[in-house]
């Protein structure tokens, strides 16, 4: 159980072009839905926290215009880089929180996205 | 904003041996949760601790949560070469959302 999937998995594109990243929790409805980039060798850094029908809420220095983030229902949550250039290339993960009781929270990751902008 | 450092950043070890990671914050934390990423994987989550002084273990791995809940370890006994990673903590200071270790990097020779 406790299942989180992204959908793509890889994407090429062109400089310009936008992209959207779907993060699926396939088998809970997840409290929160959190949206992570990760540069090679590097720690996970949080972008935005989202939670259905209410705007997400971005971390410092992450431009909401330029990662919108829709959280349709309890298991969809969707990333769109708008306008990619070469440095938005990087692996993004999404997570699921899932609250078991109190203050058990376990996040549940997807596989993550690879994007290369070209 | 919180910052959450781990050590050492890389551990090279031979099969058998033992290691450890640490991880350290500057403030009070209210749980702490540990994943393990393997190259090209997604992080897995492994366990979370939430009180003082707390020791979790599963198998040859021991997670210990400091008495003054600012800081974390996860040993592990005799390695493998499946224990090959990159083990993260991750903390809260008591709002919904985590912040990541910098992470330390396992390689295991065989």
């Known amino acids: 159980g406790a299942v989180v999937s992204q959908h793509p998995s890889w994407v090429i594109c062109k400089s310009g072009t936008s992209v959207k990243i779907e993060c699926r929790s396939l088998d809970f409805q997840a409290t929160t839905m959190f949206w992570y980039r990760q540069f090679p060798k590097q720690s996970l850094m949080l972008m935005a926290t989202s939670n259905e029908g209410s705007k997400a809420t971005y971390e410092q220095g992450v431009e909401k215009d330029k990662f919108l983030i829709n959280h349709a229902s309890l298991t969809l949550s969707t990333l769109t880089v708008t306008s990619a250039h070469p440095e938005d290339s990087s692996f993004y993960i999404c997570?699921?929180?899932?609250?078991?009781?109190?203050?058990?929270?376990?996040?549940?990751f997807g596989p993550g996205t690879r994007l290369l902008v070209l | 904003g919180q910052q959450v450092m781990q050590i050492p950043q890389y551990q090279h070890v031979q099969e058998g041996e033992d290691f450890t990671t640490y991880c350290n914050s500057s403030?009070?934390?209210?749980?702490i949760q540990w994943y393990k990423q393997r190259p090209g994987g997604h992080p897995v989550f492994l366990i979370q601790l939430v009180k003082s002084g707390e020791v979790k273990k599963q198998k040859r791995l021991t997670f210990q949560f400091g008495e003054a809940k600012k800081n974390s370890s996860l040993h592990i006994t005799a390695t493998q070469t499946t224990d090959v990673g990159t083990y993260f903590c991750a903390a809260t200071s008591g709002t919904y959302k985590y912040i990541f270790g910098t992470g330390t990097r396992l390689k295991v020779l065989a």
């Open positions: 997570s699921a929180s899932l609250r078991t009781s109190g203050f058990e929270e376990t996040q549940y």
């Open positions: 403030t009070t934390l209210s749980n």
